[in-house]
């Protein structure tokens, strides 16, 4: 009786710690088991020492608190790291696209290099916070949806178009197709990345039972 009452009470301090991996959850699985053994094999000690270690859900709380900062750090490296290898890839996208030879030896960017860097860089940082925040019309892999995708090339394309109608400017509609899609590329592109990193994460940072 006493066993099963101790081998509930580690199970209950394990599940209200909130720990993050599986990995620290066994290992303060093996600590309460470790500390509990070291009070006396005879079921007179193993009851005396569940008595002294108190409230199992004030302990669990305690540890609770105690590892909040790690499930958070993980949370914002993880975000960062998808952030960082997103934009990179945009960075990369768009250079290559944007070559130009400004001689027969002499490679240089076109002159929309830089507009074209920082809309795509923005487009990454709005596709991160829709993911955060699971606005799913934005998340959706668009490369499986050509309804889907051809609409957000025509939406790109037609807001170019309108923008520099604004700014009393022209843009032909075949370069606005032409640019933004390469702007649905960075899409697909960072929207992959992301549930790449969450499922590394769901691998590392497995689910409480």
């Given at each position: 009786m006493?066993?099963?009452r101790l081998n509930e009470l580690i199970d209950r301090v394990v599940r209200d710690a909130k720990l993050a991996t599986a990995r620290e959850r066994d290992e303060l699985r093996r600590e309460l088991e470790s500390h509990f053994a070291?009070?006396?094999?005879s079921p007179d000690a193993l009851r005396a020492a569940i008595e002294r270690f108190g409230s199992p859900a004030l302990v669990g709380d305690a540890l609770e608190r105690a590892h909040r900062y790690n499930r958070v750090l993980a949370h914002v490296v993880r975000v960062l790291a998808a952030s960082f290898a997103a934009t990179l890839c945009a960075l990369v996208i768009q250079i290559v696209m944007n070559l130009r030879f400004e001689s027969r030896t002499t490679l240089g960017l076109a002159p929309s290099f830089v507009p074209s860097a920082a809309f795509s860089t923005m487009?990454?940082?709005a596709l991160v916070a829709a993911w955060e925040l699971d606005i799913d019309s934005l998340c959706a892999r668009l490369e499986r949806h050509p309804v889907r995708l051809l609409g957000t090339l025509a939406t790109l394309a037609s807001s170019m178009v309108l923008f520099h109608a604004a700014q009393n400017g022209w843009v032909h509609p075949a370069k606005?197709?032409?640019?933004?899609?390469?702007?649905?590329v960075i899409w697909t592109c960072t929207i992959?990345?992301?549930a790449r990193a969450d499922r590394v994460c769901a691998r590392?940072?497995?689910p409480i039972e």
């Open positions: 006493d066993e099963q070291e009070a006396g094999e487009l990454v940082v606005a197709l032409a640019e933004s899609s390469i702007d649905v992959a990345i992301l590392v940072f497995t």
